[in-house]
């Protein structure tokens, strides 16, 4: 081209993303809150997967949790309290091109969000949700949530919680067309790590259920987990996450489980003590709503298949 050196090159060089690349700020939780730890895998896994800022999503909705999307360095909803799916199912039908993530607390999806959370588990679109659970409203002051164990101490109910907890993992896995359902806790980084890439490879709706530490208001509740491994399960076998020697010789308690089976995943659901971590259920072979949703963009498979590498704009369609 007429006025370019020869040696010049029009060529634009392939970009290259560190975890600085997704960090939008000091988050500002309490230390040693165990928020910190999932955000920061959260952005591992994107780093890892070099999957650009501008290509990516966070979606909350209302708690200490949902100020996630505040912290990241990426496209991002901070929606109402409960509506985290909604919002998110709206995005995803649009921009499948997408990388998705959803944020949500044991009050924001177990409480008031618990209509929407029976109908995102249906839909089965294609995003990756983790439920932090610290059994307590934390953001508005220490008030009972659906997943408080009998006798949590509260703001609304200072001689104990009387009634029994929700279990996320039963009521997910009795729910039509649920394709995938894990567990972890946010104090072995390298178990986290592992279920979260394992939700972020799966297509359809992922999701993880995180033990989270609350240092303000419920600090104490898993002390005992944290000091003795063998209150917790590892989900072995075929389809199980797979960690490095040094962290699976930590667990003493194992359980052969088939991540394909239903059945079998409800019953490891039921069980509490030990507290079963890594993948439940697995079912790749579920319906994904959101490939009917493009066909109202019209676009075919192949258009779908090119916005999501970068090939064609969706706004041009």
Same mark, same amino acid.
């Given at each position: ?11 634009v ?14 988050a ?37 949790? #949902? +100020?996630?999307?505040?912290?990241? /360095? @990426? ?10 799916? !909604?919002? &998110? ?38 995003m ?19 997943? #408080? +164990?009998?006798?949590?101490?509260? /703001? @609304?109910?200072p ?8 279990? !996320?993992? &039963? ?11 894990a567990?972890?806790v ?21 999701f993880?259920h ?26 072995t ?49 579920k ?31």
């Amino acid at each position: 081209m007429f006025g370019l050196k020869a040696d010049w090159s029009l060529e634009v060089q392939n970009r290259y993303f560190t975890l600085e690349d997704y960090n939008d700020g000091v988050a500002r939780w309490c230390p040693g809150c165990g928020d910190h730890t999932i955000l920061t895998a959260v952005q591992r896994i994107l780093r890892d997967h070099q999957v650009p800022p501008e290509k990516s999503m966070v979606v909350s909705g209302i708690g200490c949790s #949902s +100020r996630f999307p505040h912290y990241m /360095n @990426t496209y991002g909803f901070h929606g109402l309290h409960g509506r985290a799916f !909604p919002i &998110a199912e709206g995005i995803r039908a649009r921009r499948p091109d997408l990388t998705m993530f959803v944020i949500t607390g044991d009050g924001d999806c177990c409480s008031i969000g618990a209509g929407h959370w029976v109908h995102a588990v249906r839909y089965n679109m294609d995003m990756t949700v983790i439920m932090f659970n610290n059994e307590i409203y934390g953001l508005t002051k220490k008030q009972t949530s659906p997943t #408080s +164990r009998i006798g949590l101490k509260s /703001n @609304t109910h200072p001689r104990g919680s009387v009634l029994p907890p929700l279990n !996320p993992a &039963a009521a997910t896995l009795g729910m039509s067309n649920a394709s995938f359902f894990a567990q972890t806790v946010d104090w072995n980084s390298a178990h986290l790590n592992a279920v979260l890439e394992a939700a972020f490879n799966h297509r359809g709706f992922s999701f993880v259920h995180v033990l989270q530490r609350c240092t303000a208001f419920t600090s104490y509740l898993f002390d005992g987990m944290q000091a003795d491994p063998n209150t917790l399960a590892l989900l072995t076998g075929p389809g199980s996450v797979k960690l490095d020697p040094s962290v699976d010789r930590m667990f003493k308690n194992r359980v052969e489980h088939n991540p394909k089976d239903i059945h079998a995943a409800r019953r490891v659901a039921e069980q509490t003590d030990p507290f079963p971590i890594g993948i439940l259920f697995q079912d790749e072979t579920k319906p994904v709503y959101n490939d009917h949703t493009v066909e109202g963009l019209g676009m075919s498979v192949e258009d779908k298949l090119k916005a999501m590498n970068g090939v064609i704009d969706l706004f041009s369609i």
